[in-house]
Antibody, heavy 119, light 108 residues
Framework: EVQLVESGGGLVQPGRSLRLSCAASGFRFDEYAMHWVRQAPGKGLEWVSGISWNSGRIGYADSVKGRFTISRDNAKNSLFLQMNSLRVEDMALYYC??????????????WGQGTTVTV | SYVLTQPPSVSVAPGQTASITCGGNNIGSKGVHWYQQKPGQAPLLVVYDNIDRPSGIPERFSGANSGNTATLTISRVEAGDEADYYCQVWDSSSDHRLIFGGGTKLTV
């Protein structure tokens, strides 16, 4: 079964840091790009960051650039999001998603259930 | 920066056809993906690359993209189709950025 399981969310004070993790299973993790997408309560979807299969291409939303860092460990089938200098406006449900292709241009065909970040 | 514009809401009677639009500058030159999100659930990809459907998505869901407007069409709408729908593109014109539309609430 294809699955993404996020962890690492929680309650944090403004200005502090948090590291999210996503464990992937059921597919060849090293063949696909991955993303983090967030959704504030009652709001729409917001792309946070994405990383290509080999980490050669990385992108960030303007709202998090310089504060958040995405990374992946293909040997451990894991995706990460290091979040520094957290702000109240970063409070949201954070989804880990799988891209349908190896770069960042495909649709997101697998989504985790999300981990909640409260600032 | 690139902006995708969706109507906040669309209403349709059961059995009718719903059309949800996604406007963007020359969006016809981009690959558009569509997601369905029901309350309390993670989004689900229903159309990718403008017109393709993932396995398991009913043929009632179809997409089109031309000029400045992409459209998700749901035929023979059912009560279970009531959800929020989001369009999405990858904007390669700027610094590697993925864009979502603001979402459309479909009421059946």
């Amino acid at each position: 079964e294809v699955q993404l399981v996020e962890s690492g969310g929680g309650l944090v004070q403004p200005g502090r840091s948090l590291r999210l993790s996503c464990a992937a299973s059921g597919f060849r993790f090293d063949e696909y790009a991955m993303h983090w997408v967030r959704q504030a309560p009652g709001k729409g979807l917001e792309w946070v960051s994405g990383i290509s299969w080999n980490s050669g291409r990385i992108g960030y939303a303007d709202s998090v650039k310089g504060r958040f860092t995405i990374s992946r460990d293909n040997a451990k089938n894991s995706l990460f999001l290091q979040m520094n200098s957290l702000r109240v406006e970063d409070m949201a449900l954070y989804y880990c998603t799988k891209d349908a292709v190896d770069i960042l241009t495909g649709g997101m065909d697998v989504w985790g259930q999300g981990t909640t970040v409260t600032v | 920066s690139y902006v995708l514009t969706q109507p906040p809401s669309v209403s349709v009677a059961p059995g009718q056809t719903a059309s949800i639009t996604c406007g963007g500058n020359n969006i016809g030159s981009k690959g558009v993906h569509w997601y369905q999100q029901k309350p309390g659930q993670a989004p689900l990809l229903v159309v990718y690359d403008n017109i393709d459907r993932p396995s398991g998505i009913p043929e009632r869901f179809s997409g089109a993209n031309s000029g400045n407007t992409a459209t998700l069409t749901i035929s023979r709408v059912e009560a279970g189709d009531e959800a929020d729908y989001y369009c999405q593109v990858w904007d390669s014109s700027s610094d590697h950025r993925l864009i979502f539309g603001g979402g459309t609430k479909l009421t059946v």
